[in-house]
């Protein structure tokens, strides 16, 4: 089970990866097991207007989106969204949006962490790998995902190829892997087995792929 609250009060349920926000107040967590992407408060903060305003702790942990221990697949605000073991989270470097690996439903939403709109930008649901835009493209189960500093994603996934997602349009390509191996080549040349992680450097030309 997971539960929200403060420090050792709050518990997870087989969390997969986390992520801080570029302004380092905060730390994203996807909760695997709970199908929910959580918030863990890093530095006190003062939210709500007027005399409504109060303090959020450091420490806290609450549900950014997603219903504890309800896999399945929507779009929508907070926990009306609902995930289905989601793996990897990057944050983007404006600090508005987190991109989620959906694992269990082979999709890669977006959360809005001023509102919490949950929305898909790539993947049919379909256990497959092919190139396309936006829900047409499909991936299989993603693994690993980072937000380069231009705004692209960049995602590794069970089919051993590493792919990139447009955010400007949508598109989904492949940059490198084809079939399972392992071999050191140019772009579709190349192989993997399994990657895992994927970490894309500053200038978002060069990409660290952990193979498993």
Known sequence: ???????????????????????????VVTDMGGHVVRLVVLETQDVGPGVERRTIPVGRVTTLAGQSGSPGFTDGTGLLARFNAPAGVSCNADN??????????????????????????AGSGADLSADGDGTTASFGRVTGIDAAQHGDIALVSEH?????????????????????????????????????????????????????
């Open 160 to 212: 051993h190829r590493i792919r990139i997602v447009d955010l400007d349009n949508g598109n989904v390509h492949t940059v490198a892997g084809s079939a399972q191996g392992m071999a050191d080549h140019t772009g579709t040349l190349a192989m993997f087995s399994e990657p895992l992680h994927v970490s894309v450097s500053p200038d978002a030309y060069t990409a660290l792929v952990t193979d498993a």
């Open 96 to 121: 508005l949006r987190c991109h989620v690996a959906d694992t269990g439903n082979f999709r890669i939403r977006t959360v809005s962490l001023s509102d919490q709109q949950v929305v898909t930008v």
């Open 1 to 27: 089970a997971t539960t929200d609250g403060l420090g050792g009060a709050a518990s997870f349920n087989a969390p997969s990866d986390v992520a801080i926000t570029p302004d380092g107040t905060r730390l």
